[in-house]
């Protein structure tokens, strides 16, 4: 038996009477966005994490974690301190002259240059949301997955 209420609101929406909620739409925009045009997603290392001695949380709160795509490796160690998290990195091979990383949350991108052996870092970051986006000339931008960073 089909509730009558259920079977009016399925026609309102298949009618396309019912109009999207604002939020949805906002959050949706918001969203695509953060996206890279191009870009190749690098996703977690089979292991999703550098194990160490301690595991793949260090004694000092830090985070070490491997992205791996288009024949290039991002080693990334996320420290929270004082609310704030720092990011030190290391994209390898090097990219070459001239690659940038940006390293985002959804409010704020700060940009850093690659060192000649692949180390970059930012920090200052608000606690949640991270990617880092490796752009090299001549190729495809290479961006991690988001990951999700709380104190």
Not at 2 to 22: H, K, Q, T, V
Not at 46 to 73: K, N
Request: charged content about 20%; some cysteine; hydrophobic content about 40%.
């Amino acid at each position: 038996m089909i509730n009558d209420e259920y079977f009016l609101a399925a026609l309102r929406l298949a009618a396309g009477n019912d109009p999207i909620p604002a939020h949805v739409s906002s959050a949706a925009r918001d969203v695509y966005g953060l996206r890279v045009p191009r870009a190749v997603t690098a996703a977690p290392a089979e292991s999703a994490a550098i194990r160490t001695s301690s595991g793949p949380r260090g004694d000092d709160g830090s985070h070490l974690v491997r992205f791996v795509a288009a024949g290039l490796t991002f080693d990334l160690e996320v420290t929270v301190g004082d609310g704030l998290i720092d990011v030190a990195g290391q994209v390898f091979p090097y990219p070459g002259e001239g690659a940038l990383v940006d390293v985002k949350t959804p409010h704020l991108t700060l940009t850093r240059r690659i060192a000649h052996n692949g180390h970059f870092a930012a920090t200052g970051l608000p606690p949640g949301w991270l990617s880092v986006v490796c752009h090299r000339p001549g190729h495809a931008p290479v961006q991690t997955r988001w990951v999700r960073i709380r104190p």
